[in-house]
């Protein structure tokens, strides 16, 4: 079996390691060898049987060396910070890719390295979705959609075909997005919102239709 270790050891966290488990129930493949958390009182500490190890810089000893690794951090940019900082300490680092069982996933669909996609997920065809990318609970994604690396889409999110989803962005729960729109680097979407046409980058967008209420650098 492959080696896993969980960056983050919060809900999400414990999330994945239940994602991890129930791949194992399929066929097993993966050894959970714990959470690396830079929270100094979390470390020792044990979270649904897995212990804190420790802080990420410990993926520096040699111990951790040949393990595979998956950020469960669900913030895009401070994901985007942490692997980035994991690929400076170690280039070759390997990061796991997991989907779970009940994931429709449709053959023609490519998903890049370190991206969780969640259980009752439907991907229909020809999607495009990057490295680092998280997927949450019961989402759908339409033909033709590209969804960019650090991208977070949070539980019963409805997206249609012809999306473009730049790097970084996070869509609340329940939100959706109509056919054709872009959504630009770095925005968050609000819970429930409706995107109806393209929003700038580096902004929070919420209502229906969703609207730009404040910017961000």
């Known amino acids: 079996m492959k080696k896993i270790v969980i ?4 809900g999400f966290g414990r999330e994945v390691a239940q994602l991890v488990k129930d791949i194992n129930k399929e066929a097993m493949e993966w050894e959970i060898i714990g959470y690396l958390d830079d929270h100094l009182e979390s470390h020792g500490t044990i979270r649904n049987g897995l ?18 690794y998956i950020c469960s951090l669900g913030d895009p940019k401070t994901r985007k910070m942490v692997i980035e900082r994991m690929l400076e300490i170690h280039p070759s680092i390997q ?3 997991l ?28 999607i495009s979705i990057g490295k680092h990318v998280i997927i949450n609970l019961s989402c759908t994604i ?28 996070s869509l609340g729960t329940n939100s959706s997005v109509i056919p ?28 229906i239709p969703a609207r730009p209420i404040k910017f961000n650098q």
Not at 144 to 166: K, W
């Open 7 to 10: 960056i983050g050891a919060g």
């Open 51 to 68: 212990t804190v190890l420790g802080p990420i810089d410990l993926i520096r000893s040699n111990d951790f060396q040949h393990y595979y």
């Open 95 to 97: 990061f796991a890719t």
């Open 99 to 126: 989907i779970h069982p009940s994931a429709i996933i449709g053959d023609e669909n490519r998903i890049g390295e370190g991206s969780v996609i969640c259980a009752r997920n439907v991907l229909t065809t020809n």
């Open 142 to 169: 339409g033909h033709d959609t590209t969804l960019l690396d650090y991208t977070t889409v949070l539980p019963g999110v409805n997206i249609s075909g012809n999306v473009s989803i730049c790097e970084g962005v």
């Open 180 to 207: 054709g729109v872009e959504i630009g680097r770095f925005v968050t979407i609000g819970a429930g919102a409706a995107v109806t046409r393209s929003i700038p980058e580096h902004c929070t967008a919420v209502g």
